[in-house]
């Protein structure tokens, strides 16, 4: 058997989205086949106006106009964040913000939200206790403000150390059972 080659098709470890590992299309009507792979372009135009965002900001290259990802790129500069930094508690407790900077106790953690589904500030709340673990600062000893970049609007938290708290705590106290339960192993 001559097998054909594909390369210039299919790059390597790429999957098909309607590929015989995913399945569960071959339920699918001709609506949500459409709308399942609607929604993968939209997660593939998320993934690329985050780089996208992530490389204005590094080289402080400000947007014109009102939108969303001029907004938080704008902000994001004018307030001197980093993009895109990993935050580290253990290889169970990690995520990387969108932006973050920390200046004269003043945490400041942005996300920019491309999808049309309302976001949540769970999310930052994480990373901010995400923060505070891995620098060890005293949630209560600094001021937090975590902002949410979404459909032309700005979504303002400013959680407390008693907000923060007991998620660093669960944290702390989950991380703990998972590694004992690695040791059961």
Known sequence: MIWNEHYRDVRDGAHAPFGASKYSWINYDEEKALSY???LLATQKGTELHALAKSCIQNRVQLKGRNTLAKYVNDAIGFK???EQILFYS???FGTT???SFKNNLLRIHDLKTGVTPAKMEQLLIYDALFCLEYRVKPDKIEHELRIYQNDDVMIGTPTGEDITP???KIVRFDQ?????????
């Open 37 to 39: 792979y609607k929604a």
């Open 167 to 169: 998620i660093m705590e």
């Open 177 to 185: 059972i998972i590694e004992d339960y690695k040791k059961e192993l």
């Open 91 to 93: 290889p169970n407790f």
């Open 81 to 83: 964040m980093r993009p």
């Open 98 to 100: 969108d932006a973050i």
